[in-house]
């Protein structure tokens, strides 16, 4: 069975830093596009970041770019997310997923993320 775990999520300060990780079982991990999205309170999901396991492609949006990293140990069967210099719009849940042709195929239960003033 596909399980997608991500944690590290927690409160920190505006300019502060979160590492989040993504713990992947239940498939083979190299084969996959493994995506960040998050949504804020009251607004859609949003694409985040992702990554080619594969070939190491990765994907930002605009608005991240420059401030978070997205990474992947293969031995570990983990993706990070390495956010830094937060701002309060990055407030939000975060779920890892894996991705598909339409969309999220899988994901798991989030972890927040909150940025205060």
């Known amino acids: 069975d596909v399980q997608l775990q991500a944690s590290g999520g927690g409160l920190v300060e505006v300019g502060g830093s979160l590492r989040l990780s993504c713990a992947a079982s239940?498939?083979?991990?190299?084969?996959?596009?493994i995506a960040w999205f998050r949504q804020a309170p009251g607004k859609e999901k949003e694409a985040v970041s992702q990554?080619?396991?594969?070939?190491?492609?990765?994907y930002y949006r605009d608005s991240v770019k420059g401030r978070f990293t997205v990474s992947a140990d293969n031995a570990k069967n983990t993706v990070y997310l390495q956010m830094n210099r937060l701002t309060p719009e990055d407030t939000a849940v975060y779920y890892c997923?894996?991705?598909?042709?339409?969309?999220?195929?899988?994901w798991g239960q989030g972890t927040q993320v909150t940025v205060s003033s």
């Open positions: 239940g498939f083979t991990f190299d084969n996959y596009v």
């Open positions: 990554i080619d396991i594969n070939g190491g492609k990765t």
């Open positions: 997923a894996i991705v598909g042709d339409g969309g999220y195929d899988y």
